[in-house]
């Protein structure tokens, strides 16, 4: 009989509304944006913080909502999809604590690009519309901050557009398995294991694929001997292969 092996994600069980203080703290003086504020100044920004407590599954909000709040995780894994004209969501990140998403514009009329959905049990700190807009007039250069990461941010998705319109679907499993390894990588005994539940239909969500067609790839770098794979668990095993897969000509 062959043994199922023990999945090694560590798994993460957040209770909602139960972000402490100290990590509150901790989460804010980590975000770009706040990085260069004095303890002083990031207290008081936590006062106009509220937490929301999301299960597995759930979904903070979806595209086309009004964009009233800027979210931030304190604890857990949420992704962005958006929804194409093809029928299909694509999952756009898998974004982790301290990171930020959802509303950064001030402007009343502004609406969500993407959907945001609990990939984990998460605990996430929120910002209405009104307390960033006070934020930013208090303090100017978070404002100059908060542009030069959106100017960042639309590069990337222009990067990523022309990944899923210009590459085969090995070279996107490939690249979205190192981008993850990059992100969420820890050293384990079956490789680097990405560090989060991970099955093979999310995987084809991030990747603009078929379930069928990820779990084909995924199938032979098993095979090849490039990652070690399990329910919903992957671990690399060699980088270089996939590296050299990921840039290939086509």
Known sequence: MIKRRKNPVEMIHTEPN???TDLRLHILHGVPFFASLEHTKIEEINQQIHEKGFKPGDYLYFAGD????LFIIAE???KLLRHTTAGKDVMLD?????EFFGGLSTSSSSTYLETAQALTSVCALSISREGFRTILNQHPAVGIQVLDLVAARLEAAHDTIHQLSAQTAEQ??????????????EPHEVGLLIQTPLSRDELAEM???TPETASRVISQFQRDGWIATGR??????RLEELLQTAEMKV
Do not use: E, H
């Open 207 to 209: 990747t603009a694929t």
């Open 172 to 185: 996107r499993i490939a690249a979205t398995l190192l981008m993850l390894a990059a992100k969420l990588g």
């Open 76 to 78: 857990g894994r949420v």
């Open 94 to 98: 898998l974004l982790i604590p301290g």
């Open 66 to 69: 009004p964009a009233d709040s």
């Open 18 to 20: 139960l972000c402490s």
């Open 232 to 237: 919903k668990w992957i671990a690399l095993i």
